[in-house]
Nanobody
Framework: VQLQASGGGLVQAGGSLRLSCAVS????????MAWFRQAAGKEREFVAI???????NYADSVKGRFTASRDAAKNTLYLQMNSLKPEDTAVYYC??????????????????????WGQGTLVTVSS
């Protein structure tokens, strides 16, 4: 299974970007997909989660500005990022787990819950 993230780039504060994460390889039930980000010198942090059949959940820092969505037919996860701020600058990673839902969104805010990762795409927001 491979996850290919794309769509990063350089944008001015207040601008928008849309990230994509295409899943390829062996087909199986995908229960949860998520976006994480890692700024230079910091730990990887949760951004958004999309569970099959449910509305997305977001970190407080991006709520109201970012929108996660998934096209099951294309096996692709998206992250629409609006009103970007310099503090959103980071490498953004998509992640996937095919394990059965554990019952708590908070459980899935830890990177350790995911068994497949994309390579990351850099988002730089200038002030």
């Amino acid at each position: 299974v491979q996850l290919q993230a794309s769509g990063g780039g350089l944008v001015q504060a207040g601008g928008s970007l849309r990230l994509s994460c295409a899943v390829s390889g062996r087909s199986f039930n995908v229960f949860v997909m998520a976006w994480f980000r890692q700024a230079a010198g910091k730990e990887r942090e949760f951004v958004a989660i999309k569970k099959s059949g449910d509305d997305p959940n977001y970190a407080d820092s991006v709520k109201g500005r970012f929108t996660a969505s998934r096209d099951a037919a294309k096996n692709t996860l998206y992250l629409q990022m609006n009103s970007l701020k310099p503090e959103d600058t980071a490498v953004y990673y998509c992640a996937l787990t095919n394990k059965v839902w554990a019952g708590s969104y908070y459980y899935y805010t830890s990177p350790a819950r995911y068994n497949y990762w994309g390579q990351g795409t850099l988002v730089t927001v200038s002030s």
